[in-house]
């Protein structure tokens, strides 16, 4: 008798590790959007450090791809949709990507409740990762929401905080 290969991780763990993938390219995309945005008002540090988000949402994906590899899963890419979005000044564009982030923040955490539910311990652990990882996701960008409270949406304050993001290095760089 002809036995079949089963994964190691369950069905439903691997439904909602696909959905998170398509999740993290979403956020990713929706950053390369604002990215350009940014380049449109002329403020390139601010376009920089939305890139390099871009890329770390990347790198997300990419963590939840390789580790559904990892456990024998099956990875299913999903259709992603055009951003869309309603912000036209810097301090709006960052209220939205924590508006994003926090969303993304209550998918982890239900990603991690169904790990408990579905006694995989295995994905509890990488997910621990990311409920970390969004405490800085939500910390940078409420950081960057308070500065621009200060300096306002033009002016030679801003231009020094678009200075300043400019400087942002990837995360590969910052382990140099
Ligand atoms: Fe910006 O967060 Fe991914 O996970």
Same mark, same amino acid.
């Given at each position: 008798?002809?036995?079949?290969?089963?994964?190691?991780?369950?069905?439903t763990?691997? #439904?909602?590790?696909?959905?998170q993938?398509?999740?993290?390219?979403e956020? *990713?995309?929706?950053? @390369?959007?604002?990215?350009?945005?940014?380049?449109?008002?002329h403020?390139?540090?601010?376009?920089?450090?939305?890139r390099?988000q871009?890329q770390?949402?990347?790198?997300? *994906?990419?963590?939840f791809?390789?580790?559904? @590899?990892?456990?024998d899963g &099956?990875?299913?890419?999903?259709?992603l949709?055009?951003? /869309?979005?309603?912000?036209?000044?810097p301090?709006?564009i960052? $209220? @939205?990507v924590? $508006?994003?982030?926090?969303y993304? /923040?209550?998918?982890?955490n239900?990603?991690y *409740?169904?790990s408990?539910?579905e006694r995989?311990?295995?994905?509890? /652990?990488?997910?621990q990762w990311? &409920?970390?990882?969004q405490?800085e996701e939500? $910390?940078?960008?409420r #950081?960057?929401?308070?500065?621009l409270?200060? &300096?306002? #949406?033009?002016?030679a304050? @801003?231009f020094?905080? #678009?200075?300043?993001l400019?400087q942002?290095?990837s995360?590969?760089e910052?382990e140099e």
């Amino acid at each position: 008798m002809q036995t079949m290969k089963s994964s190691s991780i369950s069905q439903t763990m691997q #439904d909602a590790i696909n959905d998170q993938i398509q999740a993290e390219l979403e956020s *990713a995309y929706l950053y @390369l959007a604002l990215a350009a945005r940014m380049e449109q008002l002329h403020l390139k540090g601010f376009a920089h450090w939305l890139r390099l988000q871009w890329q770390e949402e990347t790198q997300h *994906a990419l963590k939840f791809y390789d580790y559904l @590899l990892q456990r024998d899963g &099956v990875v299913q890419l999903k259709e992603l949709p055009t951003p /869309t979005y309603e912000a036209e000044t810097p301090l709006e564009i960052f $209220e @939205l990507v924590l $508006e994003h982030e926090k969303y993304i /923040t209550r998918r982890i955490n239900d990603l991690y *409740a169904l790990s408990g539910k579905e006694r995989d311990y295995a994905s509890q /652990t990488l997910l621990q990762w990311f &409920v970390d990882e969004q405490i800085e996701e939500e $910390e940078s960008a409420r #950081d960057i929401i308070d500065d621009l409270r200060l &300096v306002g #949406d033009s002016g030679a304050s @801003l231009f020094l905080l #678009d200075r300043e993001l400019g400087q942002r290095q990837s995360e590969e760089e910052g382990e140099e």
